[in-house]
C-alpha cells in the first residue's frame, strides 16, 4: 500500500492554529484526511476530504492533480497508532508531491486547540442546503400532505433528484428519476400547466431543498415544494417506498426545452455567471500554480457517448450535493461544460453562492465547430499512482468461475463493502484492505489468492501488497465484481454483521440509513436531526461562508 514505515522519512508538520489560519489566507489548499470512511465520518475537519490511505493510489491523480499543491495530510494520530498521515506522505512524496505537511495530534489535537470538529459526510455541502432553506424560506410540503394529494387525485409531478443508482434502491410511489441539475432543463416537459404541482424529494434534506430552489430561482411558474426528509420521512410517516425502478425523465424538445433554457439564460445573467472560451480554457490549464478542474455535468450515459478531452464526470447535482467528493483544493477553479448550458449554470450559480470564487461555465462546450479536437467517448480512466507498473495476474470471471467449483482458491474482495454486502462472489471473503496485512498472515503462503473489487483497479494494489508480504499465488478477477456480473454469474448477499466471511469490519465507509442492517428507523431520524443542525455548529467555523442573494 505504501513504502515500508521503516524506510520513512518525517513529513513536515503544522499546528492546528497554523492552519487554521491557511484556511483563511486566500491561497489554495488540499485538506486530506487519510482514515478510512468510518472514522473519517465519525469525526472530522470541516473542509478536510476523505480520501483513505487504502484508495489514495487511484484517487489522488484525479482528486490532487497539481503536485506542488499545498496539501495537509489529517490522521487521528496519535489516537490511532497506524502512522496513517506519515505513510500517505511517503506515498506522494514518492510520487512526486512537494509541498505536504502532517497535521500535529491530527484530528484530535484540533479538537483540544477548542475548535470545531464535525461528523457526517459531505458536510458543507449539506450545511449549505439548511442555508438555502433558511435563508430563502424554500417551500416543503410533510409526507402525509403528498400523500393525500395523491390520493385526491391532484395534478401533481413528483420528481427524485437523486442519481439513478439511488432512485433504483429505493423510490417513492409516482416518482420519476430526474437528477439535481437536470430538474431545470427536463422538468418544463413534465408539466400540464403552469397550476401543476412539482414536489422534489431526496433521501432526506440537501438535495429536495436545492432542486425545489433551483426551479424557483429558475422562475418556474409553478408551485414547487420540497419533500420534507425525503424517502426517509416518508417511511418515518409509515408509507411504503418503492424498490427497483429505473424512470428517468426524459430530455424535452420544441417550447419546453426553449422554456428551459430561457430559465437558464436568465439565472445567468441574474447570478453573473461566468462564461469563458476554449482558448480562455486551454490557457487556465497551462496557467502554473493554480488547480482547474474541468467538469462535465450531465448524466454518466451522456458524458460517455461524447465528452470534452480532458474533462471528468461530474453529474451537477451530484457536485453541489458532495462538492467535496469531486474538489479537494480550497481555492480552485472550477470549469463546468455540456452541450445545452442548462446544467452547467444551474450548476455554477450554486457553488458560487457556495463560496467557490473561481467558476465558470464553457460557452459552446461540446460545441464541435467550435472545438480543434473530436470528442473522446467512454469513461474515464485516469492512471493511479504506479499503476502502469504492476504485473497483471488477472482471471476472467468464467476462470474464477471455474476455480471455485474445485475449492482451489481463496478470493478476497477488497472494494467497498456496501457493495460487497448487496452482491459479491459466491464465497467471496471481505477485508477492508487497510487491514490486509493482518488478514494474511491467515493464510498460508501457498495458498492461491484471488482479489476482487468493483472495477478490478484497487485489487491489483492489494495483490501487490500481498506479493510482497511473501503470497507466492495471487491473481485478481479482471473487471472485478462488474465483470463478474456483465457475465451474468450469480452473487450472494450479506445480510448480517456476524458472517463469518467477513475477516474485518465494514468500516472503510460511512453506511447510509437504508444501508444499515438494524435499527433502520432510528438511524433515519438520527441523520434527519444531525442535518438540521448543522447550521449552528457551521456558525462557529467562520472560516466557510454562503452567500444566498
Known amino acids: 500500500m505504501t513504502p515500508d514505515s521503516n524506510s520513512m522519512k518525517a513529513a513536515a508538520t503544522v499546528d492546528a492554529p497554523t492552519l487554521r489560519a491557511w484556511l483563511s489566507d486566500g491561497e489554495e489548499l488540499a485538506l486530506v484526511d487519510v482514515r478510512d470512511g468510518g472514522p473519517f465520518s465519525r469525526s472530522h475537519l470541516l473542509v478536510a476530504c476523505n480520501i483513505p490511505l487504502a484508495q489514495l493510489e487511484l484517487k489522488a491523480p484525479e482528486l490532487l492533480p497539481r503536485s506542488d499543491a499545498r496539501i495537509v495530510l489529517i490522521d487521528d494520530a496519535p489516537a490511532d497508532g497506524q502512522q496513517v498521515a506519515q505513510r500517505a506522505a511517503a506515498l506522494l512524496s514518492q510520487h512526486g508531491y512537494s509541498r505536504l505537511a502532517i497535521l500535529q495530534g491530527g484530528t484530535s489535537g484540533w479538537g483540544r486547540c477548542g475548535f470545531e470538529l464535525f461528523s457526517g459526510t459531505n458536510v458543507p455541502s449539506k450545511a449549505f442546503g439548511e442555508h438555502v432553506e433558511h435563508t ?40 420519476s428519476n430526474c437528477p439535481g441539475a437536470e430538474l431545470v432543463l427536463r422538468v418544463p416537459g413534465l408539466v400540464r400547466s403552469d397550476k401543476t404541482i412539482v414536489v422534489v424529494n431526496c433521501a432526506g434534506r440537501t438535495r429536495s431543498i436545492i432542486g425545489t430552489q433551483s426551479l424557483r430561482n429558475a422562475g418556474l411558474p409553478n408551485p414547487v415544494y420540497a419533500l420534507k426528509n425525503g424517502t426517509m420521512g416518508w417511511e418515518l410517516a409509515g408509507f411504503k417506498a418503492e424498490h427497483g425502478r429505473e424512470d428517468l425523465v426524459p430530455v424535452p424538445h420544441g417550447a419546453a426545452l426553449d422554456q428551459a433554457r430561457r430559465m437558464a439564460d436568465d439565472v445567468a445573467a441574474r447570478y453573473a455567471v461566468s462564461f469563458i472560451n476554449r482558448d480562455m480554457l486551454r490557457g487556465m490549464l497551462t496557467e502554473p500554480h493554480r488547480t482547474t478542474h474541468v467538469f462535465d455535468v450531465r448524466q ?240 462557529r467555523e467562520p472560516y466557510l461562508t454562503f452567500s444566498t442573494p
Not at 141 to 170: K, M, N, Y
Open 300 to 539: 454518466p450515459a451522456e458524458f460517455a457517448a461524447g465528452h470534452l478531452p480532458g474533462s471528468l464526470n461530474a453529474p451537477g447535482g451530484q457536485l453541489v450535493q458532495a462538492t467535496d467528493t469531486f474538489v479537494v483544493t480550497r481555492g480552485a477553479r472550477i470549469v463546468l461544460v455540456d452541450s445545452l448550458q442548462v446544467q452547467s449554470v444551474m450548476t455554477a450559480h450554486w457553488l458560487m453562492q457556495m463560496g467557490w470564487r473561481d467558476v465558470h461555465v464553457l460557452k459552446d462546450g461540446l460545441n464541435s465547430t467550435a472545438s480543434k479536437a473530436p470528442l473522446e467517448t467512454g469513461p474515464i480512466r485516469t492512471p493511479g499512482l504506479g499503476e502502469a507498473d504492476l504485473p497483471d495476474h488477472a482471471l476472467s470471471a468464467q476462470a474464477l468461475q471455474a476455480q471455485l467449483k474445485d475449492a482451489a482458491v481463496t478470493v478476497i474482495d477488497v472494494g467497498d463493502s456496501f457493495r460487497w454486502r448487496r452482491g459479491h462472489v459466491p464465497g467471496s471473503a471481505y477485508a477492508m484492505r487497510s487491514h490486509l496485512s493482518q488478514v494474511l498472515g491467515r493464510f498460508p503462503p501457498h495458498r492461491p489468492l484471488v482479489f476482487v473489487c468493483a472495477d478490478g483497479r484497487l485489487s491489483r494494489f492489494a495483490a501487490q501488497e500481498a506479493r510482497a508480504l511473501g503470497h507466492a499465488s495471487v491473481s485478481t478477477l479482471a473487471g472485478g465484481r462488474s465483470a463478474w456480473l456483465a457475465a451474468g454469474l450469480p452473487t450472494e448477499r450479506c445480510t448480517t454483521d456476524d458472517d463469518p466471511k467477513l475477516l474485518t469490519p465494514t468500516d472503510d465507509m460511512w453506511y447510509p440509513p437504508y444501508a444499515r442492517t438494524s435499527a433502520v428507523q432510528e438511524a433515519m431520524q438520527q441523520y434527519l436531526t444531525w442535518e438540521v443542525n448543522l447550521l449552528e455548529q457551521l456558525a
Open 136 to 175: 430563502c424560506e424554500t417551500p416543503r410540503i410533510d409526507p402525509e400532505v403528498l400523500h393525500q394529494w395523491q390520493q385526491d387525485g391532484r395534478d401533481i409531478v413528483l420528481v427524485d433528484s437523486r442519481p439513478a443508482e439511488e432512485f433504483r434502491t429505493v423510490s417513492l410511489p409516482g416518482a
